[in-house]
């Protein structure tokens, strides 16, 4: 009985050893997994910040954005109406000059259908010679706006 009860007890003490590492390990894992886990949440809070950092960014680049596009949609538009006046002047500087060379012809073909006046007068002692009516300037045809 005694070899008994020694074997008894040993047995009993292996057991409760066992018991005792078992526990150890899992309290050693759940500390783990605690460490685990509030690493996790840490890392997932920096994310969440991260992203609302990123989401307000974003929403004042696309702010900034819109205003671009309407400045350069007012820029281009503006650059059309400067292109339209500047057709329409080029228009009307052109439709000027063929009516100054019009009528600097038909001023020409007057001048060349008048008679000549010769006039001879010897009290003036210049140079007494006939004198014909002043002819116009010629006018060039094609107008200048000022750029080139």
Not at 64 to 92: F, G, H, I, T
Not at 93 to 103: H, K, M, P, T
Not at 116 to 136: D, H, I, L, N, W
Request: aromatic share 4%; proline share 3%; net charge positive.
């Amino acid at each position: 009985m005694v070899r008994a009860t020694k074997i008894y007890t040993v047995l009993l003490t292996l057991i409760a050893s066992a018991c005792l590492v078992f526990a150890f390990q899992a309290s050693s894992r759940a500390d783990r997994a605690v460490r685990q886990r509030r690493a996790w949440e840490a890392e997932v809070a920096q994310w969440q910040a991260t992203t609302r950092v990123l989401v307000r960014r974003n929403h004042v680049v696309v702010r900034e954005n819109r205003k671009l596009v309407r400045q350069y949609k007012k820029v281009v538009s503006d650059a059309q109406k400067l292109v339209a006046a500047k057709a329409a002047a080029d228009r009307q500087a052109a439709a000027r000059a063929a009516a100054l060379a019009q009528a600097a012809q038909q001023a020409a073909a007057q001048a060349a259908a008048k008679p000549v006046v010769v006039s001879s007068s010897g009290s003036s002692g210049g140079g007494g010679g006939s004198s014909a009516a002043p002819s116009p300037a010629p006018v060039s045809a094609s107008p200048s706006s000022g750029t080139s």
